[in-house]
C-alpha cells in the first residue's frame, strides 16, 4: 500500500469518526430543533434549484441568441 492509499484510508476514517460525531450532536438535539434544521435547508435547497433552473433558462436564452448571428 502506497503511502497516498494509507493517507486517503486515514483521511476516510477521520470524515468518518467527524460525520458520526454529527450525526450522534443532530440525533440528541429536541425534535423541533431538528425539523427547523431541515425545513432550513429544505428551503435552502429549493432556493438553489430555482437559481439553477434560471440560469439554465437563461443559457438556453443565450444560446438562441447566438444561433440568430450565425
Given at each position: 500500500?502506497?503511502?497516498?492509499?494509507?493517507?486517503?484510508?486515514?483521511?476516510?476514517?477521520?470524515?468518518?469518526?467527524?460525520?458520526?460525531?454529527?450525526?450522534?450532536?443532530?440525533?440528541?438535539?429536541?425534535v423541533e430543533e431538528r425539523t427547523r434544521i431541515i425545513k432550513t435547508?429544505?428551503?435552502?435547497?429549493?432556493?438553489?434549484?430555482?437559481?439553477?433552473?434560471?440560469?439554465k433558462d437563461e443559457d438556453e436564452d443565450?444560446?438562441?441568441?447566438?444561433?440568430?448571428?450565425?
Amino acid at each position: 500500500m502506497g503511502a497516498i492509499d494509507q493517507w486517503e484510508e486515514e483521511e476516510a476514517a477521520a470524515q468518518l469518526v467527524a460525520l458520526r460525531k454529527e450525526d450522534a450532536a443532530f440525533a440528541a438535539l429536541p425534535v423541533e430543533e431538528r425539523t427547523r434544521i431541515i425545513k432550513t435547508q429544505c428551503d435552502r435547497l429549493e432556493a438553489f434549484a430555482v437559481a439553477a433552473e434560471a440560469t439554465k433558462d437563461e443559457d438556453e436564452d443565450e444560446d438562441d441568441d447566438d444561433d440568430e448571428w450565425e
